[in-house]
């Protein structure tokens, strides 16, 4: 198995955002919700339309770990929710399948729809459903938010883990190699 990245540049976030927006509501708000909850995949699909209608924090029990998880609806995501659930009823779910009855699409069904959209705006990483969250946790970093925060919104067992899992580990191992020079090093400085 592939370990997939998160999308480190902006532009080719938004540029997934316009192309899903596009082509279809629904796949854009399952972007969107995960970019901006950094929710599991998991936890994402199992949400109704009552879990997030006329709020502005969502409370579940999370499927991987059980525990029970608060989040803020951050105030770029809520009016996409807005627009996107007018004339829905409470208990149909908030990303439904077209092929069944009030069902919501499957963990594949959202793994094919990013893999469609990356592809298309020419991302060339290993993208899939956990793109999403490490995707909201690499960019919640870069705009000053601590890993320490992070570690917690994550449920992770330390700041170590979450570093490696949005992928700043390897951005600073890229910027030591890149930075590394036997020119300004040697020959005259002894």
Do not use: W
Request: aromatic share 8%.
């Amino acid at each position: 198995m592939n370990t997939v990245e998160p999308i480190r540049d902006m532009d080719l976030v938004l540029d997934v955002a316009d192309y899903l927006k596009a082509k279809n509501e629904r796949d854009y708000v399952l972007f969107m919700f995960g970019i901006y909850t950094g929710l599991r995949i998991s936890d994402i699909l199992k949400l109704r339309v009552r879990d997030v209608k006329e709020k502005d924090a969502v409370y579940l029990r999370e499927k991987k770990t059980g525990k029970e998880k608060r989040f803020a609806i951050n105030d770029e995501l809520k009016p996409v929710i807005v627009d996107f659930i007018k004339g829905r009823r409470d208990f149909e779910y908030l990303l439904k399948s077209p092929n069944f009855p009030n069902k919501p699409i499957s963990r594949q069904q959202a793994y094919n729809i990013l893999n469609v959209a990356a592809n298309a705006v020419g991302i060339k990483d290993n993208i899939g459903t956990h793109t999403l969250r490490k995707t909201f946790g690499y960019h919640m970093h870069q705009q000053g938010v601590s890993l320490a925060t992070l570690k917690e919104i994550f449920n992770h067992s330390s700041e170590a883990v979450t570093a490696r899992y949005i992928g700043i580990n390897q951005d600073i191992q890229d910027m030591s190699i890149k930075g590394l020079s036997y020119h300004k090093a040697g020959r005259g400085r002894r």
